[in-house]
């Protein structure tokens, strides 16, 4: 069974930094893209950031580009998003997500996780 | 970027009422188009990908068509458990940007 559990998620100050972990079992880990897609209380769903495989290729949507960086330890089946200079409007719940296709990276989801929420307030 | 407009925001229908959500791309993205549902405190769910492949294990009572620009999703005959919010999602040009959001409630 394809299981992703995001965890690391809380209250941080503006300016503040946060890693967020998604742990995944159910499939070989380092054949699949992995991406981080975030919702915002009461909004709707908004792709973040974008890892090969192999980890050798990345993707961030500008409002957070040099701000996050994802990562990948396809040894310990980990996605990572370390997060810095948080502002309020990064506020959201942050799903992980499984790209549907083996070695390739086409961006729609098959399996996602339940989120955790980043709150960004003083 | 691309933008992905969904009508209408919002629909009322009832148990057995077949019922259509549309999706505008601003620019051309092919058949790259995706639909997901999300039910509250839920994560989205795969339906459709490719503008008309069926996700496996989804009811055949939905449906994806379209390409180029103009895009829908249509229920055929509404269950209980269909009544959440659906988006649209393009996946050919960066930044993958998704609709706004369709959220489909019973009459």
């Known amino acids: 069974e394809v299981q992703l559990l995001e965890s690391g998620g809380g209250l941080v100050q503006p300016g503040g930094s946060l890693r967020l972990s998604c742990a995944v079992s159910?499939?070989?880990?380092?054949?699949?893209?992995m991406s981080w897609v975030r919702q915002a209380p009461g909004k709707g769903l908004e792709w973040v950031s974008a890892?090969?495989?192999?980890?050798?290729?990345?993707s961030y949507t500008n409002s957070v580009k040099g701000r996050f960086t994802i990562s990948r330890d396809n040894s310990e089946n980990t996605l990572y998003l370390q997060m810095s200079s948080l502002r309020a409007e990064d506020t959201a719940v942050y799903f992980c997500?499984?790209?549907?296709?083996?070695?390739?990276?086409?961006?729609?989801?098959?399996?996602w996780g339940q989120g955790t929420l980043l709150t960004v307030s003083s | 970027d691309i933008q992905m407009t969904q009508s209408p925001s919002s629909v009322s229908a009832s148990v057995g009422d077949r019922v259509t959500i549309t999706c505008r791309a601003s620019?051309?993205?092919?058949?790259?188009l995706v639909w997901y549902q999300q039910k509250p405190g839920q994560a989205p769910k795969l339906l459709i990908f490719?503008?008309?492949s069926l996700q496996s294990g989804v009811p055949s009572r939905f449906s994806g068509s379209g390409s180029g620009t103009d895009f829908a999703l249509t229920v055929s005959s509404l269950q209980p458990e269909d009544f959440a919010t659906y988006y649209c999602?393009?996946?050919?040009?960066?930044?993958?940007?998704f609709g706004q959001g369709t959220k489909l409630q019973i009459k």
């Open positions: 890892i090969s495989g192999s980890g050798d290729r990345t």
């Open positions: 490719a503008a008309s």
């Open positions: 620019h051309v993205i092919s058949n790259s």
């Open positions: 159910g499939f070989t880990f380092s054949n699949y893209a």
């Open positions: 997500a499984k790209d549907q296709t083996y070695s390739s990276s086409t961006y729609y989801f098959d399996y």
């Open positions: 999602h393009q996946t050919d040009s960066f930044p993958y940007t």
